[in-house]
């Protein structure tokens, strides 16, 4: 017997997949990413599937069918896609250097900070807190500095 039951995933082959045509997939696709993305809804905690079916005019099954279809994910999965995106962002501009990760979560859409964690190890592999020091230890103002520590003889602890 297994120790953790774990058992291999199997790709299901939902039937209302197939039941909507590749072109009304393509539109609905575009809709999606216009709402989604150039709106910034994935900011809006309270943006579910369910709202976005709502501003479609659609149920949740087609929004459903289209994002698994269309971007290989969930709708969970691809709203924080673009959340951790744009965390990734905040987390390495100076502007923000100085907020937490609790208010970089909200700031991008995530409801608590356990989510944030966990969606972006699951996309970085590594933390947000790892993620911000590794890029600000690289940034080439941080470079610079060191340079001309080393040039002057200062040592630093790294």
């Known amino acids: 017997m297994a120790k953790y039951n774990i058992t291999e995933r199997k790709e299901k082959e939902a039937a209302y997949r197939s039941l909507v045509s590749p072109k009304l997939m393509d539109e609905m696709k575009e809709k999606i990413l216009n709402i989604i993305v150039m709106q910034k809804k994935y900011k809006d905690k309270d943006y579910s599937a369910k709202k976005l ?22 709708y969970t999965s691809f709203v924080n896609k673009f959340r951790i995106e744009e ?40 933390t947000p ?30």
């Open 129 to 158: 807190r790892e993620y911000r020091l590794l890029h600000q230890a690289h940034h080439p103002a941080v470079m610079a500095q060191r340079f001309k520590k080393s040039v002057k003889g200062e040592s630093e602890i790294v």
């Open 87 to 126: 965390a990734m962002t905040i987390l390495v501009d100076k502007r923000y250097k100085d907020l937490k990760m609790e208010e970089v979560s909200d700031m991008v859409g995530f409801s608590n900070r356990q989510s944030f964690y966990a969606s972006f190890y699951k996309i970085m592999n590594m």
């Open 53 to 74: 079916a709502e501003d479609l005019g659609t149920n949740t099954r087609y929004i459903s069918a289209v994002v698994n279809v269309r971007f290989h994910m969930n």
